[in-house]
């Protein structure tokens, strides 16, 4: 039985896309102009020159330290302590959290590991003595769960998690490579330039609402990233897939007629796919929690900044770098007459 709300999209549109291309361009560009500025001044709070001289290190270290301080960094990325717990029985871990977040510790983060009994519990020492602040943390969760044991406490120091927030921003940019490479084998290299024109744009994007907000950034977020990098390529492959049969089928047609004809009729599609991707999204930020709400944000945002790009960057950048045999404007070779064939 179809779903009743399916009836209420419609099986054909005719939006004209392509005219507020040049628009939304413009304001893709702003926005991403927007996104550097508050990645390279701390979310709009900090002097990058000042950050700049402040730090150690060569030209790279201290160009690293401004994009770091760019980001509210969460403990995957400026190291701190790990703690794993067992309990007689399972953990509350609202209760453990509250009563952590009493004693000020800053950013701390605890999740279940493994089964109800097990959790892992992550924290920022804030003084130099990390050692007995491990120390007293142990005991006042003692005092919340009685009979716990620590299974294993591990400190990751900032030159390794420095490293890892590194890390994690080549994988970001490697990906966007490889899909480079992929749209370049499926289709064309004009389709690819506009495939990565749009991963760009979803990245960025994505990057300055936790750089402007000041959303904690975590190795989930990255995570999300790499999701959404691939649910963008997915979306516009789709795209993609349309305009070259109907480059093929309407020759005369001009670009951006076959363009509008082209998202009109994956359009419903879409839509289906972001309802989908949306509602399984809300539904991990409202229960998921605190640790993965950055996750579910960056998912939301993503998949709606996803959906656009496809839309009017894209497909509209196909004609910036000129027409591909069989497309639009191309002219039909004359079918030889029979009084030719004679002679």
Not at 227 to 236: E, K, P, Q, R, V
Not at 263 to 287: F, G, H, K, Q
């Amino acid at each position: 039985m179809p779903w009743p709300l399916v009836k209420l999209v419609p099986k054909k549109t005719h939006f004209r896309f392509v005219q507020f291309a040049t628009i939304a361009a413009v304001a893709s560009i702003l926005a991403i102009v927007g996104t550097f500025a508050s990645i390279f001044s701390g979310g709009f709070q900090e002097n990058p020159i000042a950050v700049y001289q402040a730090a150690k290190g060569g030209p790279g270290d201290k160009l690293g330290a401004i994009v770091a301080h760019g980001f509210n960094l969460g403990i995957d990325f400026k190291g701190g302590t790990l703690l794993e717990l067992t309990a007689p029985a399972p953990v509350d871990i609202g209760r453990v959290r509250a009563g952590l977040a009493a004693m000020g510790l800053g950013d701390i983060q605890v999740q279940s590991f493994g089964d109800p009994r097990h959790a892992l519990i992550r924290f920022q020492p804030e003084t130099n003595n990390p050692g007995a602040e491990v120390e007293v943390v142990k005991q006042h969760i003692q005092t919340i769960i009685p009979g716990v044991t620590f299974s294993r406490t591990e400190v990751v120091g900032p030159k390794v998690s420095g490293e890892l927030f590194t890390s994690g921003l080549l994988a970001l940019g490697l990906a966007i490579l490889l899909m480079l490479f992929y749209i370049w084998f499926r289709f064309e290299w004009q389709f690819g330039l506009g495939a990565v024109m749009a991963l760009f744009h979803d990245t960025v994007l994505t990057l300055g609402i936790f750089s402007v907000f000041r959303l904690d950034f975590t190795l989930t977020v990255i995570a999300a990233l790499l999701t959404i990098i691939g649910y963008s390529m997915n979306d516009t492959v789709v795209v993609f897939d349309r305009m070259r049969e109907n480059f093929r089928k309407f020759k005369l047609m001009k670009s951006g007629d076959i363009i509008d004809l082209s998202i009109n009729e994956t359009l419903s599609r879409t839509m289906m796919t972001v309802a989908t991707a949306l509602l399984a999204s809300i539904a991990l930020y409202l229960y998921g929690g605190p640790t993965l709400n950055p996750f579910a944000i960056c998912m939301i945002f993503g998949i709606v900044v996803a959906t656009y790009s496809s839309i009017y960057i894209a497909a509209p950048a196909l004609p910036l770098v000129g027409e591909r045999p069989g497309a639009p404007g191309a002219k039909l070779e004359p079918k030889p007459r029979p009084e030719d064939a004679r002679g």
